[in-house]
């Protein structure tokens, strides 16, 4: 089967309704995406399953929505404010902009395809002035001319600045949350004053991010707006490795239980140089993007930073005390966080199949995991006549399920269209529906029918869809 491009990918997005080019009536605002009616089905399903396992079935989590923009003190503590920023190269030939770490990167990966092996720490772990010599070194070109001759690094902070109120001045000025944590640890007491809440315990929160990025691209892959999905389980120091395994295999389960293709994942655990200073252990899971390996999700043990820092510069007692032993301490933090809309990508790249059939023939299928199907089930009448029993039959369904009704084209061709959105189910409504009062219902994989009767075809659905 041919290998599916980002191109081919992008396209049958914006065809089917996925995902349209942000602003496009105006010419484009680069690398923003909006979701369209199917795109927005699929990443609700998508977030709902998330919650779904990270917080609807673990006993001892607790969700929260935050607001977006916060108190500027609030990134002062985390280190954005200081140090969220990307370190930035100019080509002094063409005037382009390119991040160093990533020009190291995309070369050293060129390398390795041309089968010279170089022996290296990853980028991420390299200093500015670091990556400087080693760009000096090998003459790594600009992507855009071609030439070697760059300025020094410059960083360049990531967060999104506005201004709060009627006066633009350094006093009003706020950022745009750059990830979703951070107002976890700032209502730590309050999650826990009002849950009554006992350690080891998760705070799960989606919603959107803002980070102004150099190089955004490969579609929904790295864009400026997105929107995480992130969990802080707080525990004991001790027991802090002990649940960073956990989330760490729960997280690679959760994948492959949503229909992320199993042999596109691996971890990638980060090596001692790689760690940020107060991370003691971090791994990413990575997907074989059409583009490579890259990451998908990231897990760490934060330590007692976040809570530390927060506490220092709010004042406020963000400590634990153990009800049953009275030990006082700060609680470790294991934070699984992935961007819903990397995910939706990851799911898409699974999901998308062209299969060939017999006579030469072939279809697009999209095998979805069934939670995940932005319409579970199409109503198709095979004749005008039957319009109405059809238009009665959607309109039942869609108490209970998305669902969609089509009575225009051939019946081949209503089940193809179906087929290329993932539709795991259509329910064909004939003549003979009038008679025995059962319907054909098709399924998307096996293409195979089955005769169900109306009054037991929801329960018939409830139970295929599970
Ligand atoms: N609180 C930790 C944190 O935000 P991160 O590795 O910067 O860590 C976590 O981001 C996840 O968010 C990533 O694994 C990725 O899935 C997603 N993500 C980060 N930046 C993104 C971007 N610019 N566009 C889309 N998704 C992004």
């Not at 977030?47 to 108190?71: C, H, M, Y």
């Amino acid at each position: 089967m041919k290998e599916l491009t980002m191109q081919d990918l992008v396209s049958y997005c914006k065809t089917m309704g996925f995902i349209f080019p942000g602003s496009e009536i105006y010419g484009g605002l680069a690398n923003s995406w909006d979701y369209g009616p199917l795109g927005v089905e699929l990443k609700n399903n998508i977030k709902s399953a998330w919650w779904k396992r990270f917080v609807q079935t673990e006993p001892n989590n607790v969700g929260l929505d935050s607001a977006i923009i916060a108190s500027p003190r609030i990134w002062e503590a985390s280190g954005h404010l200081a140090s969220f920023s990307d370190p930035l190269m100019d080509c002094r030939a063409c005037k382009s902009r390119h991040r160093a770490d990533k020009l190291i990167e995309n070369w050293l990966t060129e390398q390795e395809q041309k089968g010279n092996h170089i022996e290296t720490k990853s980028s991420e772990a390299m200093s500015d002035a670091e990556m400087e010599e080693f760009i000096q070194a090998h003459k790594i070109p600009c992507p855009d001319c071609g030439k070697c001759d760059f300025t020094p690094i410059r960083k360049f902070n990531l967060m999104f600045k506005t201004f709060m109120g009627v006066t633009e001045d350094a006093k009003s000025t706020v950022y745009l949350r750059p990830e979703t944590c951070a107002c976890i640890f700032t209502n730590f007491k309050n999650v826990l004053r009002s849950t009554r809440a006992k350690l080891p315990f998760g705070i799960c929160q989606i919603g959107k991010s803002f980070r102004n990025e150099i190089t955004p691209g490969n579609f929904i892959f790295r864009t400026r707006e997105f929107e995480q999905m992130e969990m802080e389980f707080f525990c004991h120091p001790n027991d802090a490795e002990k649940w960073f395994e956990h989330y760490r295999h729960e997280c690679m389960e959760f994948c492959k239980n949503i229909g992320v293709n199993p042999e596109k994942l691996r971890f990638r655990d980060h090596d001692k140089e790689e760690l940020v200073f107060y991370s003691k252990a971090t791994t990413d899971i990575e997907f074989n993007y059409p583009f490579g390996w890259s990451e998908l999700w990231g897990i760490a043990n934060r330590t007692n930073y976040d809570l530390t820092q927060h506490q220092k510069f709010s004042g406020e007692d963000l400590t634990y005390t153990d009800p049953f032993t009275n030990e006082k301490f700060t609680p470790f933090v294991v934070e699984p966080s992935v961007g819903v809309d990397r995910l939706l990508l990851a799911v898409l790249c699974s999901a998308y199949t062209v299969e060939d059939l017999p006579d030469n023939d072939s279809r697009i299928v999209l095998k979805l995991h069934k939670s995940l199907a932005p319409i579970k089930v199409a109503v198709l009448p095979l004749s005008k006549k039957l319009e109405d029993s059809a238009q009665k039959l959607y309109a039942d369904l869609s108490q209970d399920y998305r669902a969609q009704y089509d009575a225009s084209g051939s019946i081949g061709k209503r089940y193809r269209r179906q087929d290329e959105i993932g539709t795991p189910y259509c329910v064909t409504v004939d003549f003979e529906t009038e008679t025995d009062q059962s319907v054909t219902v098709r399924d998307r994989d096996t293409m195979l029918q089955e005769r169900v009767k109306i009054t037991e075809l929801n329960d018939w659905l409830r139970n295929h869809l599970k």
